[in-house]
């Protein structure tokens, strides 16, 4: 009888940590977004998008913000000033927007940015954007797939 309680306590116990373990390890979400639709030179936007994977985000994400993700769109939208060939769009996160405006100034003022970014869009025969777009966003009810964080 003893042997079968302590089996049933060691059971519990271990249930309890395993979920205990699992609760402290969901991902929650910044509780902060921006939505950047670029506007690419004509036949740049491939360039544009490179350059995000191979350098940007990294240097972004050397800085706390989130790369949520990075889009290509299938279809232009005239309405909405979208044309599927020279548009990229990509969402980055952060805890407030405060964090955001601290966030920001520090990574733009990474010498790496500066390099990547910042020399290749003064020079107007190698610069890769016409205009970028910025949507600052909340997550909004119970049914958004992303948590908030606390």
Do not use: C
């Not at 089996?7 to 271990?14: C, E, I, N």
């Not at 913000?65 to 279809?75: L, R």
């Not at 890769?128 to 958004?144: E, F, Q, R, V, W």
């Amino acid at each position: 009888m003893l042997k079968w309680k302590v089996l049933a306590a060691a059971g519990v116990l271990t249930g309890a940590l395993g979920a205990g373990w699992g609760y402290a390890q969901q991902r929650t979400a910044p509780g902060f977004y921006e939505l950047r639709i670029y506007k690419a030179q004509p036949g740049k936007r491939d360039a544009l998008a490179a350059r995000f994977a191979s350098r940007t985000a990294a240097t972004y994400a050397r800085h706390g913000i989130t790369n949520v993700g990075y889009f290509i769109p299938e279809q232009s939208d005239a309405e909405l000033g979208i044309n599927a060939d020279d548009t990229f769009i990509y969402i980055r996160g952060y805890p407030s927007k405060a964090e955001r405006d601290k966030r920001l100034k520090v990574a733009h003022d990474d010498p790496e940015f500066e390099e990547v970014v910042l020399k290749q869009e003064r020079d107007p025969n190698a610069r890769l954007i016409i205009k970028a777009h910025n949507i600052d966003m909340h997550p909004n009810g119970p049914y958004s797939a992303i948590r908030i964080a606390e």
